[in-house]
C-alpha cells in the first residue's frame, strides 16, 4: 500500500469519526422530559377531548420546562413551553419546519388529488414545490402595493355591514353572526372580486359548515359519512369555485387571488385542485379575522371606560368630516395615531388565541445541547405558553390591560408573542386583518351603544368543533341591543385609507 493511500484513508476515517461523533447526542441529551398525566396512558386524549386545542396549554401549567413530549401512544408531539425554546426552534427553521403542513393540509383538508399533490410537494421529495411558491407568490400581494388594493376593497363592504345595523336597532340580535357576516363579505369580496362565489348566501353557510366542522374532517375516515356536514360543505364552495375559474373570476381579483391561480396554473395544477386549494385560503383569509373582530367589540364594550376612552381617541385623530357632512374613518390615521386602539387590539389577541404553531422535524436536532429532537416528530408552540410568560409580560400577565403593549417597559422579545405564530412562517395576512377589525371596531364604537341581552358582558362558551382558527368562537348565540348613538344622528359615514400606510407596526414572534 502506498503511504498517500495511507493518509487518505487515515484522513476520511477521522473526518468521519468527527462527523459521527458530532451527530451523536452527548452524555445527558435526551428527549424532552415527559409531561405526566393523571390519567396514565390516555391521559392526553381526553385532555385534548375536554378542552380542544386550549389543552395544548393547559398542558403545560405549571411546568417550568421550556419543551416538554407528550406521549399519544402512537406518537409523541413536542410542545414549546418557554419563548427562549421559541428562539432555538426558529434558529433550526431549516429541519423543523411547517411545510409539511401544508401539503397535509391540500390532503386532509381540501383533498386534493394523488397528481395535485405531487406537485404541491417539495422539491427535495419529488415534488414540484407548488406549496411554497403559492405563499412566497402571497407575501407581494399581503404586504406590498396589492394590500393597498385589497384594503380600499375590503373598506366599501365592511361600511355597509355596519351601516346596516342601524335596522337592527331595538332588536336583539346575534352579535357573533353579524360580525361573521360582515368580515366573511367584506374580506371575501376584497379578494376574489366581483365575481367572488362567497357572496353567495348558500355557499358562505357552506363554507361555515366546513370551517365549524373540521376536527372530524381531518381524519379523512369515510369524510362523507363521518364529517358530513363539513365535507358537504367544502365541496359545495369547491364546485362554487371551479364555476369561477371556468367565468375567468381571477381576472379581475385581487393580486392575492390572481398570484394563487398563475403560480399554479402555469405549474401544470388541475382547475379542480386549484379550486379545492382555493377552498382552503378561505379558512386563512377568515377564520381568524371574524373571532378576532367579536372579541375586539367585546373586549371594549364589556369595558366602559376602555370604550369612552378609544372612543375619543378615535374622534380626534382618526375621523374627519368632509364638505358634504360625511364622516370618514381614516386607516392610516388610525394606525399612525391611535396607539391605545391598536395596543387593545394585540392585547385581544394575547389573551384570546389558542394558536399553536406546528412544525415538523425532518431531521434529529439537538437543542440548547441539552433536548434531543427527534426526525419524525410534531413539535407545537401553544401560544398560551408564551403569551402569559411572566418574565416577559410581568407578573400581570394573566390580566387584561389595555395599555400592556404601549408600555415602555413591556420587555419585548420577537419571539413571545405567538397569535401571529412565528418567523419564518409568521402570518402575512395579519396587516389586512388589522385594518379590517380595527376599521370595523372604530366606525362601531363612534356609532352604536351595544348591551348584552342578558344585561351583563358573561364570556360565552367556545367552539371546539374547528380547527382552521387560532382565535375561538362562541358555541352558542351572543345576544345583544344595540343603539344608534345620538352624537352622530343623521349622518352618513364612509372610510378612506392612503396607500402604502396599510401595514401596522405589530409585535410578532
Ligand atoms: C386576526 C387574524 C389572523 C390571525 C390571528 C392569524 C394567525 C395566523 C397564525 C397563528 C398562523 C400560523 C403561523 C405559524 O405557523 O408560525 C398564520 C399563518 C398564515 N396566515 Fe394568518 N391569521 C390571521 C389573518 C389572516 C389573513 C386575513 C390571511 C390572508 C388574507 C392570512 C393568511 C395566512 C397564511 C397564508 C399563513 C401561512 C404562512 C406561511 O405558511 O408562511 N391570515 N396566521
Redesign the pocket.
Known amino acids: 500500500m502506498e503511504l498517500k493511500h495511507l493518509i487518505i484513508g487515515l484522513a476520511i476515517a477521522f473526518l468521519s469519526y468527527i462527523f459521527v461523533e458530532s451527530r451523536r447526542p452527548k452524555a445527558g441529551v435526551q428527549e424532552p422530559p415527559a409531561l405526566r398525566t393523571r390519567i396514565p396512558f390516555i391521559g392526553h386524549i381526553i385532555g385534548i377531548a375536554i378542552h380542544g386545542l386550549r389543552y395544548f396549554g393547559k398542558a403545560c401549567e405549571g411546568s417550568d420546562e421550556p419543551i416538554v413530549t407528550i406521549d399519544f401512544l402512537v406518537s409523541k408531539v413536542y410542545l414549546v413551553n418557554k419563548s427562549s425554546a421559541v428562539a432555538q426552534v426558529q434558529r433550526n427553521a431549516k429541519v423543523i419546519t411547517?411545510?409539511p403542513?401544508?401539503d397535509s393540509a391540500a390532503e386532509r383538508m381540501v383533498n386534493v388529488s394523488k397528481r395535485g399533490l405531487k406537485l404541491l410537494t417539495g422539491k427535495e421529495n419529488g415534488g414540484g414545490d407548488l406549496n411554497r411558491k403559492i405563499?412566497k407568490a402571497?407575501h407581494p400581494a399581503?404586504l406590498g402595493p396589492g394590500l393597498d388594493v385589497?384594503n380600499r376593497n375590503m373598506v366599501n363592504n365592511l361600511s355597509k355591514s355596519v351601516d346596516e345595523l342601524a335596522s337592527f336597532s331595538g332588536k336583539s340580535f346575534d352579535l357573533y353572526a353579524w360580525a361573521k357576516h360582515a368580515i366573511t363579505i367584506a374580506?371575501t369580496d376584497a379578494?376574489w372580486g366581483p365575481k367572488n362565489p362567497i357572496k353567495d348566501p348558500e355557499n358562505e353557510a357552506a363554507f361555515w359548515d366546513f370551517d365549524s366542522h373540521l376536527r372530524l374532517l381531518v381524519f379523512n375516515i369515510f369524510p362523507s359519512i363521518i364529517a358530513r356536514k363539513a365535507y358537504l360543505g367544502r365541496e359545495k364552495v369547491v364546485s362554487a369555485f371551479v364555476r369561477y375559474y371556468n367565468e375567468g373570476g381571477q381576472h379581475e381579483a385581487s393580486e392575492?387571488a390572481q398570484a394563487r391561480w398563475r403560480v399554479q396554473h402555469e405549474g401544470g395544477a388541475a382547475t379542480e385542485d386549484i379550486a379545492r386549494m382555493e377552498t382552503a385560503?378561505v379558512l386563512?383569509?377568515?377564520?381568524?379575522?371574524t373571532?378576532?373582530?367579536f372579541w375586539m367589540l367585546y373586549d371594549v364594550y364589556s369595558r366602559p371606560a376602555l370604550l369612552s376612552q378609544l372612543r375619543d381617541e378615535v374622534r380626534e385623530h382618526a375621523l374627519k368630516k368632509n364638505e358634504s357632512g360625511e364622516m370618514t374613518i381614516d386607516l392610516a390615521a388610525m394606525r399612525d395615531n391611535c396607539p391605545n386602539l391598536l395596543a387593545t387590539f394585540q392585547e385581544v389577541?394575547r389573551t384570546h388565541?389558542n394558536?399553536?404553531?406546528?412544525?415538523f422535524v425532518t431531521d434529529d436536532v439537538v437543542l440548547n445541547e441539552k433536548f434531543l429532537l427527534k426526525k419524525g416528530r410534531v413539535l407545537l408552540?401553544p401560544?398560551m405558553n408564551m403569551n402569559y410568560e411572566p418574565s416577559i409580560w410581568g407578573d400581570d400577565s394573566q390580566k387584561f390591560d389595555p395599555t400592556r403593549f404601549k408600555k415602555e417597559t413591556l420587555k419585548q422579545r420577537p419571539t413571545s408573542f405567538?397569535?401571529?405564530?412565528?418567523?419564518?412562517?409568521?402570518?402575512?395576512?395579519?396587516h389586512?386583518?388589522?385594518g379590517?377589525?380595527l376599521g370595523m371596531a372604530a366606525m362601531m364604537i363612534l356609532r352604536y351603544d351595544i348591551t348584552p341581552a342578558s344585561g351583563k358582558w358573561t364570556m360565552p362558551k367556545f367552539w371546539k368543533g374547528a380547527i382552521a382558527?387560532?382565535?375561538p368562537f362562541p358555541a352558542e348565540p351572543f345576544n345583544v341591543t344595540i343603539t344608534p348613538r345620538v352624537e352622530f344622528a343623521n349622518t352618513t359615514w364612509s372610510y378612506t385609507s392612503t396607500d402604502g400606510k396599510g401595514k401596522f407596526p405589530l409585535i410578532t414572534?
Do not use: H, K, Q
Not at 386563512?284 to 379575522?289: A, I, L, R
Open positions: 411547517f411545510d403542513f401544508l405563499v402571497m399581503l385589497a374580506s379578494v392575492l385560503t386563512g383569509v377568515v377564520s381568524n379575522t373571532p378576532s373582530s389577541l388565541s394558536s399553536a404553531p406546528t412544525r408552540m401560544g405567538m397569535s401571529f405564530g412565528a418567523s419564518p412562517s409568521l402570518c402575512p395576512g395579519r389586512f386583518a388589522s379590517e377589525i382558527a387560532s382565535m414572534g
